[in-house]
């Protein structure tokens, strides 16, 4: 069965440091993989998306993740958090029918 | 170009009440989908269609739920009656699901979700 996992429920962070956010899968086939934010009040935004080819992605709003299948993860990172990129991030896993994590809160100090 | 609307945005309703929701997607776009997104959780889907027809709702909870997409266009889900787990985000979504360039399009655009409590 297919499912994620993000072990961080929430992430503290200081403005200008870099930030990582952890995300592992189960999936029966390549995975196609995505990172989503949501602000309070807001929908889904798509960061990023992997479906195939290189392993390092790039995104909006400065975002990349990369695809380890060797290690089932397909972690978010930014090298300069700003304080507006406090919100929650999902991973999700899947075609068509995307699984979800659970999300991981990310809270920004100046 | 337009995003992913949903009406209403927030709604507040007794247990027992019927609700329903509305989506319209991405124009052009064939496929739609409702997810579930209880507080502190990710987002479950409940429902998809391609076009017209339902391609998955094994996890829509039949009954009390039901959903319909008109002329392969908008859609509406509902909830009858409605019970205090019900409480939840709804959140709509759609892809393309076309070639573009070479490859298939599949990434789904989310709407802003309709926010439901039932007290």
């Known amino acids: 069965a297919q499912s994620v996992t993000q072990p961080d429920i929430h992430i503290t962070v200081s403005e200008g440091a870099s930030l990582e956010l952890r995300c592992n899968y189960s999936y029966g086939a390549t995975p196609y993989l995505f990172w989503y934010v949501q602000s309070p009040g807001q929908g889904l935004q798509l960061l990023l998306k992997?479906?195939?080819?290189?392993?390092l992605v790039q995104g909006i709003k400065g975002f990349e993740a990369e695809f380890k299948r060797s290690q089932s993860s397909f972690n978010l990172r930014k090298p300069s958090v700003h304080w507006s990129d406090a919100a929650e991030y999902f991973c999700a896993v899947g075609r068509n029918k995307l699984v979800f994590g659970a999300g991981t809160i990310l809270r920004v100090k100046s | 170009e337009a995003g992913v609307a949903q009406s209403p945005r927030y709604k507040i309703i007794e247990k027992r009440q019927s609700v329903a929701f509305w989506c319209n997607p991405i124009?052009?776009?064939?496929?739609l989908y409702w997810y579930q997104q209880i507080l502190g959780q990710g987002p479950k889907l409940l429902i998809q269609?391609?076009?017209?027809?339902?391609?998955?709702d094994s996890q829509l909870p039949k009954d009390r739920f039901s959903a319909e997409r008109l002329k392969g266009v908008d859609s509406t889900l509902k909830i009858q009656p409605a019970k205090l787990e019900d409480s939840a985000v709804y959140l709509c979504a759609s892809s393309l699901d076309r070639s573009v360039g070479g490859s298939l399009e599949e990434t789904q655009y989310f709407g802003p979700g309709t926010r439901l409590l039932v007290l």
């Open positions: 269609f391609q076009n017209n027809g339902v391609v998955d």
């Open positions: 124009s052009g776009h064939a496929t």
């Open positions: 992997y479906f195939s080819g290189d392993t």
